[in-house]
């Protein structure tokens, strides 16, 4: 649940040689990146007051699904919550689940049973998330290079395996990049 912006500075110092996470913007630098469809989440019995600030339940307020979240609500002129966080998914579903409030997630990502897809929401359509892997430029990055591949493919077959049947349109990579060629000095 790291911040992508700080994982991203935190690779330019060279103090992280390899990264994957989602973002908001773009994934411009990534040595793979691709779109998940994100998705509102409820309780079973969740309803939502239309006049009322919809609740949020999220690990943080800068957590990017509850950015998300909170940026599409206020495009569409709804105020919003955040009314209950905590530091694992499994008390985030325990909350959803509870009808405490709702959350916004990968598709991909909703495991738990406590956490319902909001296929018709009464909410605001929200974008996708740009996900990315990341490879530190730097010196011979072969092992790295092979994990980036290998992970990209691994979640890309997951996300694709999780598309919406609404949709029936897989996610797919916006960008594979191969190998980096360094320039002889």
């Known amino acids: 649940q790291g911040n992508m912006e ?33 998705v509102w989440l409820r309780g079973r019995g969740t309803a939502l007051d239309p006049d009322a600030p919809v609740p949020l339940v999220g690990f943080r307020e800068d957590w990017i699904c509850h950015r998300l979240a ?3 609500l206020s495009r569409a002129g709804r105020a ?17 689940g509870a009808g405490m409030g709702t959350m916004v997630l ?12 909001w296929e018709d929401p009464p909410l605001p359509k929200l974008p996708d998330l740009n996900w990315g892997v990341y490879v530190r430029e730097s ?19 997951r996300v694709t395996a999780a598309a919406s049947p609404k949709t029936a349109q897989p996610a797919k990579p916006i960008k594979t ?9």
């Open 139 to 157: 010196a011979e990055h072969g092992p790295l290079n092979e994990i980036a591949d290998a992970t990209a493919a691994m979640v890309i077959s």
């Open 6 to 38: 700080q994982l991203l500075q935190d690779m330019a110092k060279g103090q992280l040689d390899f990264a994957l996470g989602p973002s908001i913007n773009g994934s411009k630098d990534a040595r793979h990146c691709w779109t998940e469809e994100a």
């Open 106 to 117: 990968s598709r991909c990502r909703v495991r738990l049973p406590d956490m319902v897809i």
């Open 70 to 72: 909170v940026n599409a």
């Open 80 to 96: 919003s919550d955040l009314v209950f966080t905590a530091p694992t998914i499994s008390s985030l579903a325990a909350a959803v």
């Open 177 to 185: 990049i191969g190998p980096r060629k360094r320039e002889a000095s």
